[in-house]
C-alpha cells in the first residue's frame, strides 16, 4: 500500500480514511463476500461427529470412562508424538493440574507472559502461587528468551538450589511459555534459561496443536504441555483438554489427580489425596475423536488461508504474522499488525471491521492490567503493550478454505 496517510490518524474523518476502506477491501477479498457475516472461529464437524456421538449415547457410557476418551488419548498421543496424553475436562484443567504436578505452592511465584489468555495465570492464582509477568518477543509473540535472561539476573539468584525472586522473597517455581496464536516461541533458548535456574518449563500448547518446533510437537519439549480443545481452537471436543507428558509416573500422577484421587478397585470407593473432578467426558471425546481424524484436513484449510491473507497485504503497511524460522504453525489465529502510523485507528478499524460483519478481535488486555494481577510482579512490558495496540486478530475458520 504506497498511499498510507498516517496523519490521519488523528482527525475523526480517518473513519473514512481510504486507508481502513483499502484493508477491509482486502480482508472482505480474503473470506469472500458470501461468507460474510464471517465469524472469528467457527468450527465444522464431519458426520462423524454426530455418529460417535450418537454410539455414546447408547451405550451409556457418557462420563468420565469409555472407548472414545481412551481412542481419543490415543489419536492425540500419535498425532504429537507425546509419550503419554491424559484428556481433562478443559485446557484450564490441564494448566492447573501440571502446575500442581510440578510442585507449584501456595506463595510460589510462576513466569508467564502478560500478553496471554487469561486461563494462563488463572491456573497459577488456582495453586495459590503469584503470577510473575514477563515480556514477549515482537516476531513471535512468545517469550523473549533475551530479555527474560536478562530480567532474571538482576531480580534473582540461587539460594538453596532454588531461584528467588530477591524483591518478593518468594522462589520462582516454574515457567509458562505460550505459543501464541499457534506460533512457536523459541523454546529451546527459554528452556535452557530455565534449567540453569531449577525453573521448570510449561508448555501451554492451549492454541497449537499442529505447530512444530522443526520435527517436536509444540508441547511435548517442556516437563509437560497442555492442548486446549475448546469450542473455538484448531480441533475442538465442545469443551475439553489434554496434558502432554513424557514420564509414565506423571502420566499416572495425572490421571490420578485428575480423577478425584481414586485408587483403581473393582468396587471400593477409596480416595488417597484432594484431587480434582477434570476428566474429559466421554462424551466429549467423541466430538473430539472426530475432530483428530479432521485435523490434517483443518490444517491444510488454514494454511492456504494465512498464505492468502500474507499475499493480500504483501508490501502493505499491515503485516500478517507467519511462522517462526524452523517452525511450522498451526496458523490457528491469524493476526495482522499494524505499523507504528496506523496503531492509533485501531478502535476504528476494529469498529469498521465489524461492520463490514468481519468478526474481528483485538489481542487479549495483557493481564497486568487486569484488577486482580494488577499487583503481580513483572519486567517492562513495552513489546506486550505495543503488540496490543497493533494487533489484530482475524477470521481463521477453516471452513473458509475447506
Ligand atoms: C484456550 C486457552 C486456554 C484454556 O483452555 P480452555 O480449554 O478454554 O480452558 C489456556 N491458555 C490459552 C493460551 C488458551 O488460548
Same mark, same amino acid.
Given at each position: 500500500m504506497q498511499n498510507v496517510t498516517p496523519h490521519h490518524a488523528s482527525m475523526t474523518a480517518s473513519a473514512t480514511s481510504p486507508d481502513v476502506d483499502w484493508i477491509i477491501d482486502r480482508l472482505v477479498e480474503v473470506v469472500g463476500v458470501q461468507n460474510l457475516p464471517c465469524p472469528l472461529h467457527r468450527p465444522v464437524f464431519s458426520p462423524s461427529a454426530q455418529a460417535y456421538v450418537q454410539e455414546t449415547m447408547a451405550s451409556g457410557w457418557v462420563a468420565t470412562s469409555g472407548n472414545f476418551l481412551n481412542r481419543f488419548e490415543a489419536l492425540v498421543a500419535d498425532f504429537t508424538g507425546a509419550p503419554h496424553v491424559v484428556a481433562t475436562s478443559t485446557g484450564t484443567a490441564a494448566l492447573h493440574s501440571c502446575l500442581l504436578l510440578s510442585g507449584v505452592e501456595r506463595d510460589d511465584e510462576v513466569l508467564s507472559p502478560a500478553l496471554t489468555f487469561v486461563a494462563t495465570a488463572n491456573a497459577i492464582a488456582y495453586c495459590g502461587a503469584h503470577p510473575h509477568f514477563v515480556d514477549v518477543d515482537r516476531a513471535t509473540m512468545g517469550v523473549d528468551p533475551e530479555r527474560l535472561e536478562e530480567y532474571l539476573r538482576s531480580v534473582g539468584r540461587m539460594v538453596d538450589g532454588h531461584f528467588r525472586n530477591l524483591k518478593t522473597g518468594r522462589r520462582i517455581r516454574a515457567l509458562i511459555g505460550v505459543h501464541t496464536f499457534g506460533h512457536p516461541y523459541a523454546i529451546d533458548a527459554v528452556q535452557e534459561i530455565c534449567q540453569r535456574r531449577q525453573i521448570i518449563m510449561i508448555e501451554d500448547a492451549a492454541q497449537a496443536l499442529g505447530s512444530w518446533i522443526g520435527d517436536r510437537h509444540s508441547g511435548?519439549?517442556?516437563?509437560m504441555g497442555v492442548i486446549s480443545f475448546n469450542?473455538?481452537? &484448531?480441533? &475442538? $471436543? $465442545?469443551g475439553g483438554g489434554a496434558i502432554l507428558i513424557r514420564d509414565a509416573d506423571l502420566a499416572q500422577k495425572a490421571r490420578h489427580l485428575t480423577s478425584t484421587g481414586k485408587v483403581p478397585h473393582p468396587w471400593n470407593y477409596f480416595h488417597d489425596i484432594v484431587a480434582y473432578n477434570y476428566r474429559m467426558a466421554n462424551l466429549n471425546a467423541a466430538v473430539g475423536c472426530s475432530q483428530m481424524e479432521d485435523l490434517p484436513k483443518f490444517l491444510r484449510a488454514k494454511r492456504a488461508l494465512a498464505a492468502d491473507y500474507q499475499a493480500a497485504f504483501a508490501g502493505s503497511s499491515v503485516a500478517i504474522f507467519h511462522e517462526p524460522a524452523g517452525c511450522r504453525s498451526n496458523y490457528w489465529l491469524n493476526a495482522l499488525q499494524l505499523s507504528a502510523e496506523l496503531a492509533p485507528l485501531r478502535d476504528i478499524l476494529i469498529q469498521r471491521m465489524l461492520d463490514r460483519q468481519l468478526q474481528v478481535r483485538p489481542v487479549w488486555t495483557p493481564l497486568h492490567r487486569l484488577p486482580m494481577y494488577i499487583n503481580c510482579p513483572r519486567m517492562n512490558l513495552a513489546t506486550t503493550e505495543y503488540l496490543e495496540q497493533t494487533v489484530i486478530n482475524l477470521p481463521s475458520s477453516p471452513f473458509l478454505r475447506l
Amino acid at each position: 500500500m504506497q498511499n498510507v496517510t498516517p496523519h490521519h490518524a488523528s482527525m475523526t474523518a480517518s473513519a473514512t480514511s481510504p486507508d481502513v476502506d483499502w484493508i477491509i477491501d482486502r480482508l472482505v477479498e480474503v473470506v469472500g463476500v458470501q461468507n460474510l457475516p464471517c465469524p472469528l472461529h467457527r468450527p465444522v464437524f464431519s458426520p462423524s461427529a454426530q455418529a460417535y456421538v450418537q454410539e455414546t449415547m447408547a451405550s451409556g457410557w457418557v462420563a468420565t470412562s469409555g472407548n472414545f476418551l481412551n481412542r481419543f488419548e490415543a489419536l492425540v498421543a500419535d498425532f504429537t508424538g507425546a509419550p503419554h496424553v491424559v484428556a481433562t475436562s478443559t485446557g484450564t484443567a490441564a494448566l492447573h493440574s501440571c502446575l500442581l504436578l510440578s510442585g507449584v505452592e501456595r506463595d510460589d511465584e510462576v513466569l508467564s507472559p502478560a500478553l496471554t489468555f487469561v486461563a494462563t495465570a488463572n491456573a497459577i492464582a488456582y495453586c495459590g502461587a503469584h503470577p510473575h509477568f514477563v515480556d514477549v518477543d515482537r516476531a513471535t509473540m512468545g517469550v523473549d528468551p533475551e530479555r527474560l535472561e536478562e530480567y532474571l539476573r538482576s531480580v534473582g539468584r540461587m539460594v538453596d538450589g532454588h531461584f528467588r525472586n530477591l524483591k518478593t522473597g518468594r522462589r520462582i517455581r516454574a515457567l509458562i511459555g505460550v505459543h501464541t496464536f499457534g506460533h512457536p516461541y523459541a523454546i529451546d533458548a527459554v528452556q535452557e534459561i530455565c534449567q540453569r535456574r531449577q525453573i521448570i518449563m510449561i508448555e501451554d500448547a492451549a492454541q497449537a496443536l499442529g505447530s512444530w518446533i522443526g520435527d517436536r510437537h509444540s508441547g511435548t519439549i517442556g516437563h509437560m504441555g497442555v492442548i486446549s480443545f475448546n469450542g473455538n481452537k &484448531t480441533a &475442538t $471436543a $465442545a469443551g475439553g483438554g489434554a496434558i502432554l507428558i513424557r514420564d509414565a509416573d506423571l502420566a499416572q500422577k495425572a490421571r490420578h489427580l485428575t480423577s478425584t484421587g481414586k485408587v483403581p478397585h473393582p468396587w471400593n470407593y477409596f480416595h488417597d489425596i484432594v484431587a480434582y473432578n477434570y476428566r474429559m467426558a466421554n462424551l466429549n471425546a467423541a466430538v473430539g475423536c472426530s475432530q483428530m481424524e479432521d485435523l490434517p484436513k483443518f490444517l491444510r484449510a488454514k494454511r492456504a488461508l494465512a498464505a492468502d491473507y500474507q499475499a493480500a497485504f504483501a508490501g502493505s503497511s499491515v503485516a500478517i504474522f507467519h511462522e517462526p524460522a524452523g517452525c511450522r504453525s498451526n496458523y490457528w489465529l491469524n493476526a495482522l499488525q499494524l505499523s507504528a502510523e496506523l496503531a492509533p485507528l485501531r478502535d476504528i478499524l476494529i469498529q469498521r471491521m465489524l461492520d463490514r460483519q468481519l468478526q474481528v478481535r483485538p489481542v487479549w488486555t495483557p493481564l497486568h492490567r487486569l484488577p486482580m494481577y494488577i499487583n503481580c510482579p513483572r519486567m517492562n512490558l513495552a513489546t506486550t503493550e505495543y503488540l496490543e495496540q497493533t494487533v489484530i486478530n482475524l477470521p481463521s475458520s477453516p471452513f473458509l478454505r475447506l
